[in-house]
């Protein structure tokens, strides 16, 4: 069981950035990929970026170059940086855990996830 909990939303301006952390429980933690989605009201869920167990990286390509997304096993957290936001970044942020082995059609898809966070709140104003 894996239990994650999203904090560092908030309302910035555009150009701006913004530090998303999860902080997961358990101690299976590393053996997880770990990925953020974000979903607008009345859309589909859609993958940001992903980060397997072997820590390799996967992103969206509306946010490749602009986003990083790292662990830190020793504190069982994942963050998102965000940098040079836009107003059509603003949305809800979703920390999700999978114990999948890693394929792109996998990954990307928030079916293949079973552990998610509550969702933090980005606002980018213009």
């Known amino acids: 069981q894996v239990q994650l909990v999203e904090s560092g939303g908030g309302l910035v301006q555009a150009g701006g950035s913004l530090r998303l952390s999860c902080a997961a429980s358990?101690?299976?933690?590393?053996?997880?990929?770990m990925g953020w989605f974000r979903q607008a009201p009345g859309k589909e869920r859609e993958f940001a970026a992903a980060i397997t167990s072997s820590d390799s990286t996967y992103y969206a390509d509306s946010v490749k170059g602009r986003f990083t997304i790292s662990r830190d096993s020793a504190k069982n957290t994942v963050y998102f940086k965000m940098n040079t936001l836009e107003p059509e970044d603003t949305t809800v942020y979703y920390c999700a855990a999978g114990g999948f082995r890693w394929t792109s059609q996998l990954g990307s898809r928030w079916r293949s996830y079973g552990y998610w966070g509550q969702g933090t709140q980005v606002t980018v104003s213009s």
């Open positions: 358990g101690r299976t933690f590393s053996s997880y990929t």
